[in-house]
C-alpha cells in the first residue's frame, strides 16, 4: 500500500476530489457531554480557542479540494446552523463549490426523523444524485483530526473498490468500543464486528486492532442502490456499521484505509484523532494545546483550520501590582479577553472572556463570553458560554462540595453552566 501511494499524481488527487460530494452527518447530541449539549448538537460545541468541533471536518473538507458538502443536521441544530451560515458561506457557487444545510425534513413515505447513520443519507438520496458526483464521501462532524481525503479517494479509486473504510490501529484491548475489521495482505475487509468482546488483531500485530473511524468511501451509484436496498429490508437498524458493512463485506470489494497515510501534522509519526465526547476527554484534548509541542498542530499555513470569527481587539493584560498582577502563564488566550490584575495558569481561554482582580483560574477551559468577577478561585474546570462567576466563588478544590452544585466528572473535571448558576440561559449554546 505504501509503495502505491508514492504512485498518485496531484492531476489524479484534483480530479477524484472534484468528482466527489461529502456529507457529513451532524445530527447527534452527544449525551456523554452533559449539560454542554443540552441545548446544542455535539459537532457545535467550541473547541481550541476559537473553533467548533465540526470545522475540522469542514476543513478537511476545504483543504482536500473536497468543496461540495452537505451537512445532515437534526438535534438541536440551530447554533450548528447559524455557525455554518456565518462561518462556511466563503464557497462560490459559481464554481459548483458549496456547505449545504441537509435538516431532518421527514422525507420519506413513514415520515420519521432520521432512524440512523444510513437512513440519514437515504433520506437524501435524491438531492445526493442531483449533484451527479462520482463518489460519495461519508463523513462524522465530532471527531478533532486533519486528515486529506485526497489520499483516502485515490486509494479508493486504485484499487477498484467499492466502499472504503478509513481505519485506525488502537489495542486490541481499547478496540471492543469500535467497529473492528479483518483484512487480508491487500486490506481488502474480510470481516467486520460492531463492538465485539473478542476484536479480531491485525494481522502480524497481535496486540492492535483495525477499527473504523466512520469514515466511508463509496462509489456513488453503488451506495445509491444499497441504500435503497437497506431502506427496504424490514429487520435492519439503517445504520452503516451494524447493517450496511456487514451485509456488504462478504459480497462485495471494501478495503480498508489506513489513517497513518493520510494524517496531516503527526506528532511523533503518531496520528491524531480524538473522539471529545466525554468531559474528561473534551478538557484532556483542549488542555493539550497549551503543550510546548501538541500533538496537534493549530499553527500549520498549508493546513489551517477554518471557521467563524467575530472581529474582535487583542487581549489585554493590566495591572502590575504586587498582590494584583494581570498575567496569564503557559496559557492560551483568544482575542476580546481582558485578564484585569487576575492570574491565569495552564488555561484555554476561548474568546471574550474577563477575568477580574484577585482571581486564579488554573488547569481550566473558559469558553466565549464569561466573566469571572473579583477573588474567584477555579481550577480544573470547564466554564460554559455566558457564564458570570460570583465574587468570591472558589470551585475545584473540594469535589465534594463542588457536587452539590455542579457536575464533577470520575477525573475531577468540573462543568459550570449557567443553569447551574442559577443564571438565565438566553444564548449561552448559540
Not at 103 to 124: H, I, K, L, M
Not at 211 to 219: A, E
Request: some cysteine.
Amino acid at each position: 500500500m505504501e509503495n502505491n501511494e508514492h504512485k498518485i499524481n496531484t492531476h489524479f488527487d484534483n480530479d477524484i476530489t472534484h468528482d466527489t460530494l461529502a456529507l457529513i452527518l451532524a445530527g447527534g447530541r452527544g449525551s456523554r457531554l452533559h449539560q454542554m449539549t443540552d441545548w446544542r448538537a455535539k459537532p457545535a460545541v467550541p473547541f481550541g480557542g476559537k473553533f467548533r468541533i465540526i470545522d475540522f471536518t469542514l476543513s478537511n473538507c476545504v483543504n482536500s479540494g473536497v468543496r461540495r458538502i452537505g451537512v445532515v443536521t437534526q438535534y438541536k441544530a440551530q447554533s450548528l446552523i447559524r455557525h455554518i451560515q456565518h462561518g462556511w458561506s466563503f464557497l462560490d457557487g459559481r464554481f459548483k463549490e458549496f456547505v449545504e444545510l441537509l435538516p431532518a425534513q421527514q422525507r420519506t413515505a413513514e415520515e420519521t426523523w432520521y432512524q440512523g447513520t444510513a437512513d440519514a443519507v437515504f433520506q437524501n438520496v435524491d438531492i445526493l444524485a442531483r449533484h451527479n458526483a462520482k463518489y460519495v464521501l461519508i463523513l462524522g462532524g465530532d471527531h478533532i483530526y486533519k486528515m486529506d481525503y485526497g489520499k483516502l479517494l485515490a486509494e479508493h479509486a486504485n484499487k477498484g473498490a467499492d466502499m472504503t473504510v478509513a481505519c485506525l490501529e488502537v489495542p486490541v484491548q481499547e478496540a471492543t468500543a469500535f467497529g473492528v475489521m479483518g483484512v487480508n495482505e491487500d486490506w481488502q475487509i474480510t470481516s467486520f464486528a460492531e463492538k465485539p468482546d473478542n476484536p479480531v488483531p491485525i494481522p502480524g500485530q497481535t496486540e492492535n486492532a483495525l477499527v473504523s473511524m466512520g469514515i466511508y468511501v463509496f462509489n456513488a451509484r453503488f451506495l445509491y442502490e444499497q441504500l435503497i436496498r437497506d431502506h427496504g429490508t424490514d429487520d435492519s437498524s439503517h445504520d452503516f456499521g451494524k447493517d450496511l458493512i456487514p451485509y456488504l463485506v462478504p459480497r462485495y470489494r471494501v478495503y480498508a484505509h489506513r489513517f497513518m497515510n493520510s494524517c496531516v501534522n503527526m506528532a511523533s509519526g503518531i496520528p491524531y484523532w480524538r473522539d471529545v465526547g466525554t468531559l474528561d476527554a473534551y478538557w484532556e484534548a483542549n488542555v493539550d494545546l497549551i503543550s510546548v509541542t501538541p500533538e496537534l498542530n493549530l499553527y500549520d499555513a498549508d493546513w489551517p483550520i477554518w471557521t467563524h470569527q467575530e472581529q474582535l481587539p487583542p487581549a489585554k493584560f493590566v495591572f502590575d501590582d504586587e498582590d494584583r498582577r494581570g498575567q496569564a502563564l503557559d496559557s492560551s488566550v483568544s482575542g476580546g479577553c481582558i485578564i484585569s490584575g487576575a492570574t491565569v495558569r495552564h488555561s484555554l481561554l476561548f474568546s471574550n472572556v474577563k477575568v477580574n482582580s484577585y482571581s486564579v483560574v488554573e488547569d481550566s477551559v473558559i469558553l466565549p463570553n464569561v466573566i469571572i468577577n473579583r477573588h474567584a478561585r477555579l481550577r480544573r474546570v470547564i466554564v460554559e458560554k455566558q457564564c458570570v462567576i460570583p465574587e468570591g466563588l472558589t470551585v475545584g478544590y473540594d469535589a465534594a462540595a463542588d457536587r452539590h452544585k455542579f457536575y464533577v466528572t470520575d477525573k475531577g473535571i468540573t462543568l459550570i453552566t449557567p443553569e447551574m448558576l442559577g443564571q438565565p440561559v438566553h444564548t449561552a449554546y448559540s
